[in-house]
């Protein structure tokens, strides 16, 4: 369907939205916000506008509403992360609060949570280790969700999971009142109706209630009304996972459990321990294509040359990257070769040798083959790199490295002059040690 200016009939229409955007098509409507598919005039790119009317809701309704609505427009452009929503912009237009933000095409989780439209076992793991990455890096910039839920986890088309609607976020550094009966009813922890204030064990547990949901068709406690169900968080068990999804592995299901625990003292306390519980279970899930990736960031983020790298430079070397794994005596780079592959030892060990004698070594963690990079030359290799053990390492195209975000491009440029200036100070000490030798003899 062809775009077409928004006019005074658009429902969306104002003077504001007018000018700037190209109205496609209503994508969703509930209470008294209405989002639309745009495209901006100005950068040519779809979007998803989210406009609000205001004005006829209650006194008290509209109260909190606007409180809300204030803790979305405070994160227009602040939350920068490959995993969360992204917010453009937001303003107000005549009677009217939108907000501009990317636009994601795959649906919502909502749809994976009957038993019929279940997602495979590994592909729900890889999406709640992505979500508890994109949660803690909100909880560094100082914001707990508060209601995580499946229908607040968009798919863009390739299936990557974006947590949305930080409508509900608590503030943890706020010095103003904020909103605290807030929240879905399933989704929130047993301690929430006993008065406790939010802490980042509330999102964990609404976290592991969403895998167990995605992970069954079914929530993890019943009950047919409001008051049945907070008796049973708080007095009751959960289903045992493994009686409505025996096949679950149980590395996997024991993370499940725990972060949805009834006892704060026995759930997950942080980000950083579900997901190494996560991570546990990945090897129980096989090779599947994202929790490969999953996996891979984990590995990825341990290795000395990443470890200044922000989580969102990781998971961008991770796509634009490739592994590879040689067995001893495997020449990875050939001197003479014209190729200008980025190389980091994830595990073994290599040695640089030149015209058949051995001039150095690159140990786990280091990167090789970074010179013609730096240089931008095509020029062929000066030195062959073979392996010495059996070694895995991490290849980067230098094409794909020259069309990184600046941020990667960065790091990347930091992390391989530290370890150049590292290599010369080795060289240096190994100069000065022979010198004194020498002349001790």
């Given at each position: 369907m062809a775009a077409k200016p928004m006019s005074g009939s658009d429902s969306v229409a104002g003077d504001v939205l007018a000018q700037r955007f190209e109205y496609v098509r209503q994508l969703g409507q509930g209470g008294m916000a209405e989002v639309y598919l745009a495209i901006d005039r100005f950068s040519r790119r779809e979007v998803a506008i989210k406009v609000v009317r205001m004005g006829s809701a209650a006194s008290e309704e509209r109260a909190q509403?606007?409180?809300?609505?204030?803790?979305?427009?405070?994160?227009?452009?602040?939350?920068?992360?490959?995993?969360?929503?992204?917010?453009y912009e937001a303003g107000t237009d005549g009677d009217r609060n939108f907000l501009v933000m990317e636009f994601v095409n795959g649906g919502t989780l909502k749809a994976h949570t009957r038993p019929g439209s279940l997602l495979a076992i590994p592909r729900v793991a890889d999406i709640v280790f992505k979500v508890c990455h994109a949660l803690e890096y909100a909880n560094t910039q100082g914001l707990l969700h508060r209601d995580i839920k499946p229908d607040n986890i968009l798919l863009a088309e390739d299936g990557t999971p974006k947590v949305s609607d930080f409508g509900a976020a608590y503030l943890t550094n706020a010095d103003t009142t904020q909103v605290i009966g807030v929240g879905t009813l399933p989704f929130m922890p047993p301690e929430h109706f006993e008065g406790a204030e939010p802490n980042v064990q509330h999102d964990i547990y609404a976290t592991g209630v969403m895998a167990y949901l995605l992970l069954t068709g079914s929530?993890?406690?019943?009950?047919?009304?409001?008051?049945?169900?907070?008796y049973e968080k708080l007095h009751g068990s959960p289903v045992p996972l493994e009686l409505r999804r025996p096949q679950v592995p149980p590395a996997l299901r024991t993370a499940v459990e725990t972060a949805m625990?009834?006892?704060?003292?026995?759930?997950?306390?942080?980000?950083?321990?579900?997901?190494?519980?996560?991570?546990?279970?990945?090897?129980?899930?096989?090779?599947?294509?994202?929790?490969?990736?999953?996996?891979r960031f984990e590995a990825m983020r341990h290795i000395p040359f990443f470890e200044r790298f922000s989580e969102t430079e990781v998971w961008e070397a991770v796509r634009i990257s490739t592994v590879e794994e040689f067995p001893a005596g495997h020449e990875v780079i050939t001197e003479g070769s014209e190729d200008s592959t980025v190389y980091v030892v994830e595990s073994g060990e290599l040695e640089v040798m030149r015209r058949g004698v051995r001039i150095g070594r690159v140990p786990t963690g280091e990167v090789f083959g970074e010179i013609a990079y730096i240089e931008g030359t095509e020029r062929p290799r000066s030195a062959s790199m073979r392996t010495v053990t059996p070694a895995v390492v991490i290849a980067f195209n230098p094409e794909a490295l020259r069309n990184a975000s600046g941020a990667l491009q960065v790091a990347f440029a930091r992390a391989m002059v530290r370890q150049l200036v590292q290599r010369l100070f080795k060289a240096n000490d190994r100069y000065v040690a022979a010198v004194r030798a020498k002349i001790a003899i």
């Open positions: 509403l606007e409180h809300l609505w204030v803790n979305e427009m405070r994160l227009a452009g602040r939350l920068k992360h490959p995993y969360i929503l992204e917010i929530y993890p406690h019943g009950g047919d009304s409001q008051a049945t169900i907070i625990h009834r006892d704060p003292k026995k759930r997950f306390a942080t980000w950083s321990a579900l997901r190494e519980a996560l991570s546990a279970a990945f090897p129980e899930l096989g090779e599947v294509e994202g929790v490969g990736e999953s996996a």
